[in-house]
């Protein structure tokens, strides 16, 4: 490819996917605010405009951030659910899984959570973060229905879960709690989950 001296080849093998992992290590790293298409091309060594074939601002590449956040999130917590199990290991598993992921990937699920809360969540990241919280809804329901915990509604019990977990992953993340000591308790955590703080 002819180029003039200081310009970037406009072609890459996979700019998607370089852009994404380029977008999350600065995420990671360095913040939201510092993402940036145009540092983006320059770090991967693209033109400035190449990005724009995949991404049509910023706003676009957080959404697909998010997007692959959701999708590697759900294959985390399927590969971790087992429907043979009762319900105590099970959803400790599923726990372990998904605190793990949310502390290895800590700047990535704040954004997962602001883009699907945001006014203008596409439809996309709305249906992802929806079918990842179905993954404990699931156990949720089998275990209504097997009788191993309380009726009620699903969807409000998985809310208190999520709660706890989410609040277990965040407080690793911000010094609040040991992060090895914080996953190392999901066993303890579920059990209260389960059974509660009253005297037996």
């Keep these: ?35 940036s298409l145009r540092e983006l091309a320059r770090d991967i060594g693209v033109s400035h405009a190449a990005p724009g074939r995949h991404f049509k601002d910023k706003q676009a590449l957080l959404d697909a951030l998010a997007l692959d956040g959701y999708e590697r999130l759900t294959q985390t917590l399927d590969g971790a659910d087992d429907p043979t199990l009762p319900i105590q290991p099970r959803l400790t598993a599923l726990a372990r899984a998904y605190v793990a992921f949310a502390t290895d990937n800590a700047a990535l699920v704040e954004l997962m959570f602001a883009r699907r809360h945001s006014p203008d969540a596409s439809e996309q990241v709305v249906g992802l973060a929806h079918r990842a919280s179905q993954s404990f809804e699931r156990v949720i329901v089998d275990a209504q229905e097997r009788g191993e915990i309380i009726a009620g509604d699903p969807a409000r019990l998985t809310l208190a879960v999520g709660a706890a977990l989410h609040g277990t992953a965040a407080f690793a993340t911000q010094d609040t709690a040991d992060p090895k000591a914080a996953l190392g308790g999901i066993e303890d955590l579920v059990h209260l989950l389960l059974h509660g703080l009253q005297p037996r």
Excluded at 16 to 28: N, P, S, V
């Design 1 to 35: 490819m002819l180029r003039t001296p200081g310009s970037r080849p406009y072609h890459h093998g996979d700019l998607r996917a370089a852009l994404l992992d380029g977008a999350e290590r600065t995420l990671r790293e360095k913040g939201v605010a510092s993402l």
